[in-house]
């Protein structure tokens, strides 16, 4: 795994930033800025820099309810949104792949970061769940680490089936990065303004509670506001399990009421110790519950309750 920092904005001697594949990938991402082509656009304007065959962008942190913006794939089945649900059930909250736990203590100012990892240096669980089950093989990120210790990444993927990134694509990729950063967060703000109930967004404000329509940013990094009919129904959201809980009933109605309770704690993220805290069962009971709602369900893993529940 490695990890460096971008170009400044002075060009060092003999260092040219931007080449003319790069510059043409940067037109084509301006002019999609705002449309609803952009996700899977971005992946044809960047192929003559960096040929991926998917994309995501997200925040995830322990200090923040974990997000995914927006994904797409181009020449594959889109998995996009399954890897993110099988990256929720678990591997999130033990990612290592930014170079820093999570834990440590956060930056004091949002700093920006080049990422670039491959399947076999992921952790175990994370890298069965999430890169060998999608067929993902090596992922080059531009992060910007922000003040709060979470993690705001713009992902490009190269499947199992394609070559290696090289050195030169990484170092083309390394010339647009920080302007692929801005261009991307001023998407999200756009695509947010022209059409505000968009179901790709889940944004929020300090300490993970959704932002009021018309509330005030508090800086440069924050995201902008969901209506409150939206927020109300954010995954992760530590006020909706009402709005979960309608969700699993609206799924399968012969759900009781304690299987809906360990379901919309799972959908939370909660661990099995957590939940059985949460409702005062033991751990145990949780499982039994679990295992009697996936049944139901018609399904057997944790990920696939968040694809079922959360995808639609």
Sequence with gaps: MRQWLPPSSQTAPGRQVLHSAASQTLAGMVHRLGDNGFAP????????????ASWSVYRTGHRCKPTLFMSASRGVPDTTQDCWWAYLSGPYRSDRTWGR????????????????VTATEVEGEHRARVYEAHGVAERVSVVE???????????????????????????????????????????????????????????????????APGHDQPGPHAAPALP??????????????????????????ELTDRELDVCARLLQGMTHEGIASDLGLSVPTVKTYRNRAFARLGIHFRNELFARVLGG
């Design 41 to 52: 656009g971005l992946l044809q304007d960047l192929e003559p820099v960096l040929p991926a």
């Design 101 to 116: 736990s999570f834990d440590e203590a956060p930056f004091a100012q949002p700093e920006t970061r080049l990422c670039h």
């Design 228 to 253: 409150a009919a939206d927020a109300a129904l954010g995954p992760l959201a530590a006020d909706a399990l009402p709005a979960l809980r309608m969700r699993l009933m609206r799924l399968q109605a």
């Design 145 to 211: 680490y922000e003040s709060d210790g979470s993690v705001f990444a713009v992902n490009f993927y190269r499947h199992q089936h394609q070559r290696a990134f090289s050195d030169r694509q990484i170092a083309a990729f390394e010339s647009v990065a920080p302007v692929l950063l801005a261009l991307t967060r001023k998407h999200i703000l756009l695509s947010h303004a022209c059409a505000p109930s968009s179901p790709m967004l889940w944004l929020e404000g300090p300490g993970g509670s959704p932002l």
